[in-house]
């Protein structure tokens, strides 16, 4: 691989992906993208006995299914790289033990899409792997009731809150797929002082904004070069700021962006106020719906931008600011 | 990079640690490794106002240490791998972000060290990286209060519970120093269904055994090949479990075996029941006595086994078992 500007990379020997698969809860199966799911539960505990081990069992599933979609088994997979926002990552943890691959936890909140995937690259570039997977998730009731309120508690959410995906993502990464990964920006971590954990899209768009514009600086292209730049959960407040913020250096991306958590639900009709979240939000809707429309040639050359706002219960009680990350990985079938 | 046997990678360019530094609190610099820190506090607080704000404070010293004995700056560096046991692996969060280096968030529970130092030497190895840092730390009073008891309840320890460790270590990859980085494995999740939160060490054993002996069978080498098998913190009765659990394959390591968490207490004196514990008693144990032993040339060829219980504090009041992971690390001189 080649190092391009300060600290983009660029793949020479072109990992792919070789399989994806997503896997989402009731409301997001009713929401725009609910069709393109590889598999939905309109019961969201999964039949399991906590909300924990549900969203380990998204994981499990989003894997399983991944696996089968490439005539693979867990044998032919070096490296599982997952993540996900409960605390010590415990549902990447339930939800992979029983494969019996190599196990690399990661932590990047809802940039954990990102995150695996730039590893699983790195791997199979470096010929460490033949094939890694990455995978994460989260869950609406298991995230809601560590980070905010009892579910049953039936609080009021106020309009910038973001509404946590019930999902999970899984792409597996090789050589000779359609899709390639062609270059990959990790983040650094940016705080604004933003201490709302109701408003996170305002905590990670300036994150976004430095990892997307050190990327087009590095490489030395322009928004137009990309026909979708795609931000993980920025929701309707955060893509606003992104707007602002990259324009301050007249990066204007409103043409050609969109963000997963608005695309995954109808912000209208499904009562979730500024838009999706959580680790499983941009995981499922890059491996259940935009991977599939790059197969489909609809889209050639993306710029997958997944963003995690790193706060704990105990920071935001101790009144700290919410940092934000932002990782970027290019995508394309040229 | 070569891929021997089944999942072990042979470095063939040969990332060596550049630079290392490790700080610890009071009762590590009580204890046998205590003169090896490169800094010590008697002040566990650190000056700062909560104990996760103390933990964070380690990292950044630790940090700050390695880059001024490599002669570095943070501008020198390309990645940092860090991770810590807190939720949200926040104190690496707080501790880093103002390096502005881009980060990327590991967990391995106690065996983040030899993940992190997995992960750089991988990115070095692949050119992806001319430098990257590998730092985590733990905090006995922000470990404690989160997956135990209030400290100020006073509560009996059992003798098979250990100490977490308040420490830290950060190591520096990249080309041309003394150590290097011959050969690593990353570790898969074992689960031998030991539920008790205050006896860890028998729930890493048998990862740790796993990964000794797959690395061994892999590699074809025999435990005398090795000046030392160090684990991270098994402790007194994880230590035991061990050998037991190896000499079943007929695999004999007493010889040669240390233990990080036995090494940097010393039992009788320091009421630390099993021995240490936490990211940061193997973080500290390998960058602040080893590497200093291998650069003095009294050990030449080890392995750092550094093993991790991956439950949480919701997956233990849920009755669930705790699995363990263990990653292996070899470094040399020769």
């Not at 089968?68 to 997979?77: C, F, N, Q, V, Y």
């Amino acid at each position: 691989m080649k190092r391009i500007g300060k600290h983009t990379l660029e793949f020479t020997v072109l990992p792919t992906i070789l399989s994806h698969a997503s896997i989402a809860g009731k409301r997001e199966a009713e929401g725009p993208l609910g069709a393109d799911f590889d598999q939905t539960f309109s019961d969201t505990t999964l039949n399991s006995d906590s909300w924990e081990k549900a969203e380990a069992q998204l994981q499990k599933e989003a894997v399983n299914f991944a696996l089968d979609k490439g005539e693979l088994t867990a044998e032919d997979i070096d490296y599982i790289f997952a993540g996900d926002l409960l605390n010590q990552c415990i549902s990447s943890t339930f939800g992979l033990m029983d494969f019996n691959i190599p196990f690399l936890g990661q932590y990047g909140a809802c940039s954990t899409m990102a995150q695996t995937l730039f590893m699983a690259s790195i791997m199979v570039e470096s010929g460490a792997a033949e094939r890694a997977a990455a995978v994460t998730s989260s869950h609406f009731c298991s995230a809601e009731r560590q980070f905010r309120l009892p579910l049953e508690y039936g609080g009021q959410r106020t309009p910038t809150a973001q509404w946590t995906v019930t999902a999970s993502g899984c792409a597996i990464v090789g050589k000779g797929g359609k899709v390639k990964i062609k270059r990959a920006l990790a983040g650094k971590i940016v705080d604004f002082g933003v201490k709302d954990a109701a408003n996170m899209g305002a905590a990670m768009a300036p994150a976004a904004a430095s990892t997307i514009y050190e990327f087009l600086r590095d490489t030395a292209t322009k928004p137009e070069d990309y026909d979708l730049i795609l931000t993980g959960d920025l929701g309707l407040v955060g893509s606003k700021l992104l707007y602002e913020q990259l324009e301050v250096n007249n990066i204007n991306i409103r043409k050609n962006h969109k963000d997963c958590g608005l695309m995954l639900f109808d912000l209208d009709a499904q009562d979730v106020h500024a838009g999706g979240s959580g680790c499983g939000c941009s995981a499922s809707v890059l491996c259940g719906h935009l991977l599939k429309r790059m197969e489909r040639d609809e889209l050639k050359n993306i710029l997958f931008v997944a963003t995690g706002a790193l706060m704990s219960p105990t920071s935001q009680q101790q009144g700290e600011s919410i940092p934000g990350i932002a990782h970027l990985v290019q995508l394309s079938t040229q």
